[in-house]
């Protein structure tokens, strides 16, 4: 019903930066929030940043203050812009939203969905 497609991954140096981008389309929705997790080799996922429909945003401990995430309702989009980068931040990065599917004027449950995830890669 909704597809979640994230970019902006890549490889860069320690100290540079790269804003990832994930774009929701297909059916029409009310979101409820969205956010980026992370998981690196032979690690666990962890949640990196969410911003609530309220407009609230959380991040982790180790992001705080280096990281941003920020949406473009107009475009569907929501962003992660990341400052500082560290080799630490090496991972697969996946957007993750829960939403409403909505036709007309009916609203569903709320669903969780995924992307399918892009690499970043820090060098040291």
């Known amino acids: 019903q909704v597809q979640l497609v994230e970019s902006g991954g890549g490889l860069v140096q320690a100290g540079g930066s790269l804003r990832l981008s994930c774009v929701a389309s297909g059916s029409s929705f009310i979101s409820i929030k969205m956010g980026w997790y992370r998981q690196a080799p032979g690690k666990q996922r962890e949640l990196v940043a969410v911003v609530t429909g309220g407009g609230s945003t959380y991040y982790a401990d180790s992001v705080k203050g280096r990281f941003t995430i920020s949406g473009d309702n107009a475009k569907n989009m929501v962003y992660l812009q990341m400052n500082s980068l560290k080799p630490e931040d090496t991972a697969v990065y996946y957007c993750?939203?829960?939403?409403?599917?909505?036709?007309?004027?009916?609203?569903?449950?709320?669903?969780?969905?995924w992307g399918q995830g892009t690499q970043v890669t820090v060098s040291s």
């Open positions: 993750n939203a829960a939403l409403k599917i909505s036709s007309g004027s009916n609203v569903g449950p709320v669903h969780d969905y």
